[in-house]
């Protein structure tokens, strides 16, 4: 089982900042991607960024040039750097990880997991 755990959510102005941590947890044997989602009221789930193991990285083009993932792979552990925010960027960001865990056993297979998300709110 791989545990994510989100934070740094909250409110801010517009033009504000924030920045978004997630952290992994668990037989963890490597982490390949990382990525951030959203899910603003009465929309689907979206991609906002993903980054890799060698820290490739891709963005929506809603969020690029404003907003920056990171990663510490020895922490496993994301960043999601957040500049000029505007209030179409209200919503519950989720932290998702996947990759590789193994057992106790030494069994390797591999994961996806989604961590509670934390809401941001862009509002005067």
């Known amino acids: 089982q791989v545990q994510l755990v989100e934070s740094g959510g909250g409110l801010v102005q517009p033009g504000g900042s924030l920045r978004l941590t997630c952290a992994a947890s668990?037989?963890?044997?490597?982490?390949?991607?990382m990525g951030w989602y959203r899910q603003a009221p009465g929309k689907q789930r979206e991609l906002v960024a993903t980054?890799?193991?060698?820290?490739?990285?891709n963005y929506a083009a809603s969020v690029k040039g404003r907003f920056t993932i990171s990663r510490d792979n020895a922490k496993n552990t994301v960043y999601l750097q957040m500049n000029s925010l505007n209030p179409e960027d209200t919503a519950v960001y989720y932290c998702?990880?996947?990759?590789?865990?193994?057992?106790?056993?030494?069994?390797?297979?591999?994961?996806?997991?989604w961590g509670q998300g934390t809401q941001v709110t862009v509002s005067s």
């Open positions: 668990g037989s963890i044997f490597s982490i390949n991607v």
């Open positions: 980054i890799f193991s060698g820290a490739s990285s």
């Open positions: 998702n990880a996947a990759g590789t865990v193994i057992s106790d056993k030494g069994i390797q297979r591999g994961f996806s997991s």
